[in-house]
């Protein structure tokens, strides 16, 4: 089995529903390798949904101490998603420098300054369009920012979009693409493969689910050999979701083993 890369929980993550126990139960059940917490943290957040979008760090290490203690010989890692916007690399890169966080997730959420998670206003352009803009805004995450180890969900614009084809793919902005690839090659950064993406696009009914075959060869053919798996889960029901189909995929294209970080070293397993 894997490590999941990827995941929230209740306590900190207000959109998560398992509890860390839940958690650490259930991959123990499934007898998984490893274990990344990732809760949510987006500064600044544009949105008041009622309830905070960051979370308090101290303690969240200090919850994560009972949290081991109950995992036993289980291994959880402690990282963070952060959520990017254009003033916050900084700020970002100076608050993880704080914590001894094992692995940091950096993702962007927003376009034209809404989470199309509540706002789904940004799809009234055409597809082209908005893929390509968000995907600019990606590599210029990954060019701003330094401290953090793996891009996040790379496909997130297309989770929520209502085209008839919603998957994104290289051919609809290969230069945007290229920017974005390079920028994660040369900063040594991983590019996660987001299962969870994959799970919204097969219960819309879509044949068209896993990542787009032209940005992981693209990917591999620059030098890109650095990817994770993450299940986003924020219920223990999807921990590990689509891994042994999403491994078997990347396998094909010539990837041999997927990452993970502890304490913002890169380990890696066999895909
Ligand atoms: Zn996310
Ligand atoms: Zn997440």
């Not at 010989?73 to 100076?94: M, N, R, S, V």
């Not at 993702?107 to 009234?124: M, T, W």
């Not at 986003?232 to 891994?243: G, K, P, R, Y």
């Amino acid at each position: 089995m894997f490590t999941d890369t990827h995941n929230h929980t209740s306590h900190f993550s207000s959109d998560a529903r398992m509890t860390a126990k839940e958690l650490i139960d259930a991959c123990k059940a499934m007898e998984m390798n490893g274990v990344t917490v990732t809760e949510h943290y987006e500064g600044d957040y544009p949105h008041d949904i009622g309830v905070p979008q960051i979370f308090d760090i101290p303690e969240y290490f200090e919850a994560f101490k009972s949290w081991e203690e109950y995992a036993g010989a289980f291994p959880i890692y402690k990282g963070i998603e952060l959520g990017y916007q254009k003033h916050l690399p900084e700020f970002y890169d100076e608050m993880v420098a704080k914590y001894p966080f094992d692995s940091v997730i950096m993702s962007n959420h927003l376009f034209d300054g809404k989470d199309p998670y509540f706002f789904r206003d940004c799809y009234e352009k055409d597809m082209i369009s908005v893929y390509t803009q968000y995907i600019e805004e990606m590599a210029e995450m990954v060019e701003k920012c330094n401290n953090f180890d793996i891009v996040g969900h790379y496909d997130y614009i297309n989770r929520y979009a209502p085209y008839e084809k919603p998957q994104i793919k290289y051919s609809q902005c290969p230069e945007a693409f290229d920017r974005f690839l390079s920028a994660i090659i040369s900063k040594d950064k991983c590019l996660e493969i987001n299962t969870r993406s994959i799970d919204k696009m097969r219960k819309k009914g879509l044949n068209d689910c896993l990542p787009d075959k032209e940005i992981l060869s693209r990917y591999f053919e620059l030098g890109g050999r650095n990817i994770s798996l993450g299940s986003d889960s924020h219920a223990s029901d999807t921990l590990c979701i689509h891994f042994r189909e999403a491994a078997e995929y990347l396998r094909s294209f010539g990837f041999t083993e997927a990452s993970y970080y502890v304490a913002r070293k890169r380990f890696s397993e066999p895909l």
